[in-house]
């Protein structure tokens, strides 16, 4: 009933900037939260930002990774600044989704990969 799909990752130079985007589709009734996650190879899938009334962010990107939103679109949106090479990692989204037939679900997208070279 739910898809998420990220894009907007790449190769980017230290101290460079991305913005990621984690769009959702299908029969939304509201975005109750959105996660942003990501995992490096050899390393656990870590929680980067959670997404609610008020963002609250890992200590590692706090001051450099921003969250946005465009309701209209069902799309949540992570600015990425001052990359360093360890954020170098696979991003995912999570999100809690209530939709239309009332039931809520919990919908993962499949990842974007982020290159930050030094």
């Known amino acids: 009933q739910v898809q998420l799909v990220e894009s907007g990752g790449g190769l980017v130079q230290a101290g460079g900037s991305l913005r990621i985007s984690c769009a959702a589709s299908?029969?939304?009734?509201?975005?109750?939260?959105m996660n942003w996650y990501r995992q490096a190879p050899g390393k656990q899938r870590e929680l980067v930002a959670q997404?609610?009334?008020?963002?609250i962010y890992a200590d590692s990107v706090k001051g450099r990774f921003t969250f946005a939103r465009d309701n209209a679109k069902n799309t949540g949106y992570l600015q990425m600044n001052s990359l360093k090479a360890e954020d170098t990692a696979v991003y995912y989204c999570?999100?809690?989704?209530?939709?239309?037939?009332?039931?809520?679900?919990?919908?993962w997208g499949q990842g974007t990969q982020v290159t930050v070279s030094s």
């Open positions: 999570n999100a809690v989704v209530r939709v239309t037939s009332g039931a809520t679900l919990s919908a």
């Open positions: 997404i609610s009334r008020t963002p």
């Open positions: 299908g029969s939304i009734f509201s975005i109750n939260s």
